[in-house]
């Protein structure tokens, strides 16, 4: 069984910054990549960023350029969000992603809100 938690979210004004974390626990054996996905009220969830086992990192064009995504150099279940340059737009549930297996596993999500 696997687990992730997220943590970090909050409020915070547009153009500001914001670091979440997400901590993976649980049968994982060797460094898997992981992602981010977000939710906003009334739309699918989407695709923010990966980091890969390599440590090689993708964005969706949304986020490109404010965000980075990077994992704990010694635990290596532990990934991060830096999200920067926030905008209203941006608000919504993040939730952490790992693919194990096949089998993917999400946390229960932060929530994280940027007031205009």
């Known amino acids: 069984q696997v687990q992730l938690v997220e943590a970090g979210g909050g409020l915070v004004q547009a153009g500001g910054s914001l670091r979440i974390s997400c901590a993976a626990s649980?049968?994982?054996?060797?460094?898997?990549?992981m992602g981010w996905y977000r939710q906003a009220p009334g739309k699918q969830r989407e695709w923010v960023a990966v980091?890969?086992?390599?440590?090689?990192?993708?964005y969706a064009d949304s986020v490109a350029g404010r965000f980075t995504i990077s994992r704990d150099s010694a635990k290596h279940t532990a990934v991060y969000l830096q999200m920067n340059s926030l905008k209203p737009e941006d608000t919504a549930v993040y939730y952490c992603?790992?693919?194990?297996?096949?089998?993917?596993?999400w946390g229960q999500g932060t929530q994280v809100t940027v007031s205009s």
């Open positions: 992603n790992i693919v194990i297996m096949g089998s993917n596993y």
């Open positions: 649980g049968s994982i054996f060797g460094i898997k990549p």
């Open positions: 980091i890969s086992s390599s440590g090689i990192t993708n």
